[in-house]
């Protein structure tokens, strides 16, 4: 019996040439054609034109021609980008173009031995959990070919780029003088900052790490800190006001401060909320995932909007804008996105967005974060990914869950939340968030606090206490 498809939180991923494969790949995109003309679908839009984009990884492109092949031969009207592109190009296309859907060939920030399928939703975002499984219920129930299909290679990027343009002060961040070094980590949003802040202007960017290098220079393509050495040594050897970076397919965003200290998500989210609210450009409330900073409901406060606390995952933060609740959303692992332009995460336009903030703000960078921290504090932040076997780590959470700790950290915890994982909270200095993967024997340990020793003492006390429970089980 052929297993089911095992879509994450955002689409299909796989090892190249262990359970990724072309037949593979053929499965979820056949599927997905079946979901887009089947009588079950009720999403609006024309389900007969699909774009399909990819980034840069090995076969991505190779893969998006074969998926355009086979949906044509089904009789879709197939609009292939002529090259890599952000994913969110994608979305845009799918809402620009009133579709049903999009399809971007991708493993996202995943190592460079894997890659995978995400479908974008009419909505112009990430499909839902139920149209995933929708999908999932398409696979193998065989389509038959129809006449008129069509693959029209063409270029996506150049419209998509223009639209993220067109949501920001372009002429303020021109004129700033910002010398900004920008790391596309070898993915698929290579020179377009650059591209659209174009050249002759006060404001400069120089890029690293574009060309195309389906190993990524031998670094994951997420824009966390162990990742980001190239941009670390570029920043120590030549001065710039700020770093940003993207990953493999553009839709997350890293900062570094020109001093080369990450400037973690949290901090980049709380900015640009303040910045925008006080600009009048969004309205509503924020959004931010149950791992994210603290940081964030003081600057909600601060504005006075709702704070919207979400399970850890974009799309959670999606439907929130979709329903028309919160002007901006973002996650810690980078991923923000603003109801002006797509319930979706896009790192190009969030590095567009911090530049402008700078702009208009009239102060450097590094003043602007100094101020931050003037007006609502520092936290320091950690994670830890412990991998063990699944039932170890499910015996550490299930303890946890019945007997929560009084003191962690020496630190008396003050309640305990559910939401995505277990938090542990301290009252408003801090917390301390254990999550299992949902695909992978893997938890997740996630620790904020205003004092930087105690986010070690927690993460080192929570490996302790789960090294204890392993050995309690191999007795």
């Known amino acids: 019996m052929t297993s089911r498809i095992p879509f994450g939180t955002d689409g299909w991923r796989a090892r190249i040439g262990r359970d990724l494969t ?12 079946t979901w887009s003309t089947s009588p079950a679908n009720t999403d609006p839009g024309d389900g007969g034109t699909l774009p399909i984009v990819h980034d840069t990884r090995f076969l991505s492109r190779e893969l998006a021609a074969e998926s355009a ?57 990430s499909a839902t959990a139920a149209t995933y499984d929708a999908i999932a219920d398409c696979a193998d129930i065989p389509l038959a070919d129809r006449p008129g299909g069509a693959v029209e290679r063409t270029d996506l990027l150049s419209p998509y780029a223009a639209a ?55 670094v994951h393509p997420e824009p966390i800190p162990e ?17 940003l970076a993207s990953d493999g ?23 640009l909320a303040e910045s925008l609210a006080s600009r009048g450009r969004i309205g509503g409330g924020i959004a931010k995932t149950f791992s994210t900073s603290l940081l964030v409901d003081r600057v909600a406060s601060r504005l006075g909007v709702p704070l919207h606390v979400t399970p850890i995952g974009f799309k959670w933060i999606a439907e929130k804008m979709r329903s028309g609740e919160v002007g901006i959303g973002g996650e810690e692992s980078g991923g923000l996105g603003v109801s002006f332009f797509l319930p979706e995460r896009d790192g190009v336009l969030s590095a567009l967005l911090v530049l402008e903030a700078v702009a208009h703000s009239g102060l450097s960078f590094s003043a602007l ?9 520092s936290f320091s932040y950690g994670r830890r990914d412990v991998r063990l076997e699944m039932p170890v780590l499910k015996a550490f959470v299930d303890a946890l869950l019945a007997a929560p700790p009084a003191l962690r950290g020496g630190a008396r915890v003050t309640a305990v939340e559910t939401l995505d994982g277990v938090k542990l909270q301290f009252g408003d200095r801090g917390w301390l968030l254990h999550r299992l993967s949902g695909t992978e024997p893997i938890l997740r340990v996630y620790a904020e606090h205003e004092d930087p020793e105690m986010v070690r003492k927690l993460l080192a006390e929570t490996i302790d206490a789960i090294a204890a429970v392993q050995a309690s089980m191999s007795t």
């Open 22 to 33: 072309f037949d593979s790949t053929a499965r979820v995109v056949d599927a997905i054609a």
């Open 69 to 125: 092949t086979r949906l044509a031969a089904k009789g879709f009207r197939v609009l292939l980008s002529d090259g890599p592109v952000p994913t969110p190009c994608a979305s845009w296309h799918v809402k620009e173009r009133g579709l049903r859907g999009g399809v971007a060939i991708t493993a996202s920030h995943n190592p460079p031995e894997w890659n995978g399928v995400k479908y974008k939703s009419w909505f112009g975002g």
């Open 164 to 218: 993220i343009a067109a949501c920001v002060d372009l002429d303020a961040i021109r004129r700033a003088g910002l010398k900004v070094l920008w790391d596309p980590m070898h993915g698929a949003a290579g020179g377009l900052l650059a591209s659209i802040l174009g050249e002759g202007h006060p404001t400069r960017v120089t890029t690293i790490r574009a060309e195309v290098n389906p190993s990524f220079g031998g």
């Open 227 to 243: 990742h980001l050495g190239a941009t670390v040594a570029r920043l120590r050897s030549e001065p710039f006001d700020l770093a």
């Open 249 to 271: 397919d553009g839709d997350r965003l890293g900062v570094l401060a020109p001093d080369s200290t990450f400037v973690t998500p949290h901090r980049v989210l709380a900015l």
């Open 369 to 377: 974060l100094a101020r931050q921290e003037r007006e609502h504090g």
